[in-house]
């Protein structure tokens, strides 16, 4: 059964900081890994996705990466702001599925 | 852009109530999804659609029921409300077979069973 995993739970930072969000999951064998953002009470926001085949994507400041071998995944935020202030969270597909199996989230703090 | 609409953000029920959760996407998605987020357990999939009329159980069914009768629209049945279903649920929509395609999700509906 497929597990992700993320760490930090939380993490605070003073603005301007480079961070890394961390992921990971059991079972090598995804079709796909997604990031997304969540603002409090709101819906998902996907940021990034990740083919099996793919290494990495960028978009803007974000950069993540994917080793599938080792099941990890980061997610590299460059001169953080407080607008990036958010739940992030992980996902990856299931064996081939569209489905997909969510981390319970890093909840992000930029301080000004 | 894709939109994901669901009908409601805040709903208040009472135990024993039949309760409908509709959600609506305008992207010709074939994929449907109905997730739970709870504090502490993150978000789990309750039911899957793949097409009209299909559907798959997802990790926590019981209690619930699914109906898509239009390709565009995806409702979650509340059975007989309980106040275990307080929680916030999510629809997500996503092509098939389209590569770099992320589920889009609603807003969400916060829901509280009395």
């Known amino acids: 059964k497929q597990e992700v995993t993320q760490i930090p739970a939380a993490l605070s930072v003073p603005e301007g900081e480079n961070l890394v969000l961390n992921c990971s999951f059991t079972?090598?064998?995804?079709?796909?890994l997604q990031w997304f953002r969540q603002d409090p009470g709101k819906g998902l926001t996907s940021l990034l996705l990740?083919?099996?085949?793919?290494r990495e994507q960028t978009s803007g400041r974000l950069n993540a990466s994917l080793d599938k071998s080792s099941g990890r995944s980061t997610l590299y935020i460059a001169a953080s702001q407080p607008g990036d202030s958010a739940t992030y969270l992980c996902a990856v597909s299931r064996g081939g599925s569209e489905k997909l199996v969510f981390g319970k989230g890093t909840k992000l703090t930029v301080n000004p | 852009d894709v939109k994901v609409t669901q009908s409601s953000r805040y709903l208040v029920k009472r135990t024993g109530e039949k309760v409908f959760l509709e959600c609506v996407q305008d992207?010709?998605?074939?994929?449907m999804f109905w997730y739970r987020q709870d504090p502490g357990l993150g978000l789990r999939l309750i039911y899957f659609?793949?097409?009209?009329?299909?559907?798959e159980k997802g990790d926590i069914p019981e209690g619930y029921s699914v109906s898509r009768e239009k390709k565009e629209r995806f409702s979650l049945i509340l059975e007989s409300a309980s106040t275990n279903q307080t929680s916030m649920y999510l629809c997500?929509?996503?092509?098939?077979?389209?590569?770099?395609?992320?589920?889009?999700f609603g807003d969400g509906t916060r829901l509280s069973i009395l």
């Open positions: 079972d090598s064998a995804i079709y796909n």
């Open positions: 992207m010709d998605h074939e994929n």
């Open positions: 997500a929509s996503s092509p098939t077979g389209v590569d770099n395609q992320p589920q889009h």
């Open positions: 659609s793949y097409d009209v009329k299909m559907k």
């Open positions: 990740i083919q099996s085949s793919q």
